[in-house]
């Protein structure tokens, strides 16, 4: 059984995975709109991937008799100066991520609850994944200072990510 405590925090974790999967799409959508479509892609199976994030939270809820309760997801930006800044403010985002889950780890330790601290290496360990998969992105386009040949280049490669729901991988 999950403690009060326990359930309301991972509750709001499903909110925070449910806000990134929208500032994600967003992102998505706006790099439509500059006809990058490869780096479009890329955000969009982020997005996905935020949700299985979300869902993951929501099952494991279940699985120990809590309550899911789905909060309102707030507003999200629509703009970004230009792509390398979307990057950075994905990394950024992310940073906050691992952030929010080492505290979710604190709170399972503060609450002696050793079921949800396995649970949550799972996110302790896909948020290094998360970190490092967009710092090599943001470096690359940093390289070729987000423009010419080089951007069209990175932008073909994003465009080959597919999802793959490595929360039932692991
Ligand atoms: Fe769910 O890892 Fe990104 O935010």
Same mark, same amino acid.
């Given at each position: 059984? $999950?403690?009060?405590?326990?359930?309301?925090? $991972?509750? @709001?974790?499903? !909110?925070?995975?449910?806000?990134?999967?929208?500032?994600?799409? %967003?992102? %998505?959508?706006?790099?439509? %709109?500059?006809?990058? #479509?490869?780096? #479009?892609?890329?955000?969009?199976?982020?997005?996905? /991937?935020? =949700?299985?994030? #979300?869902?993951?939270?929501?099952?494991?809820?279940?699985?120990?008799?809590?309550?899911?309760?789905?909060? *309102?997801?707030?507003?999200? *930006?629509?703009? +970004?100066?230009?792509?390398? !800044?979307?990057?950075?403010?994905?990394? @950024?985002?992310?940073? =906050?991520?691992?952030? $929010?889950?080492?505290?979710?780890?604190?709170?399972?330790?503060? /609450?002696?609850?050793?079921?949800?601290?396995?649970?949550?290496? +799972?996110?302790?360990?896909?948020?290094?994944?998360?970190? %490092?998969?967009?710092?090599? =992105?943001?470096?690359?386009?940093?390289?070729?200072? &987000?423009?010419?040949? &080089?951007?069209?280049?990175?932008?073909?490669? $994003? @465009?080959?990510?597919?999802?793959?729901?490595?929360? =039932?991988?692991?």
């Amino acid at each position: 059984m $999950l403690t009060k405590r326990m359930e309301l925090e $991972l509750n @709001k974790q499903i !909110n925070a995975e449910y806000w990134s999967a929208y500032f994600y799409l %967003s992102m %998505s959508a706006y790099l439509e %709109s500059i006809g990058l #479509a490869g780096a #479009a892609n890329w955000m969009r199976i982020q997005y996905q /991937e935020e =949700i299985s994030h #979300a869902l993951k939270f929501f099952d494991y809820i279940v699985e120990r008799g809590g309550k899911v309760e789905l909060m *309102p997801i707030s507003e999200v *930006p629509k703009k +970004w100066n230009d792509i390398i !800044n979307i990057f950075e403010e994905t990394l @950024k985002h992310e940073q =906050i991520v691992t952030g $929010l889950i080492n505290k979710l780890m604190d709170i399972a330790i503060e /609450e002696k609850d050793h079921a949800a601290k396995s649970f949550l290496q +799972w996110y302790v360990d896909e948020q290094v994944e998360e970190e %490092s998969g967009v710092q090599t =992105i943001l470096d690359q386009l940093k390289m070729v200072e &987000g423009k010419g040949n &080089g951007l069209f280049m990175i932008d073909k490669d $994003l @465009k080959q990510r597919v999802f793959v729901d490595s929360t =039932i991988q692991k």
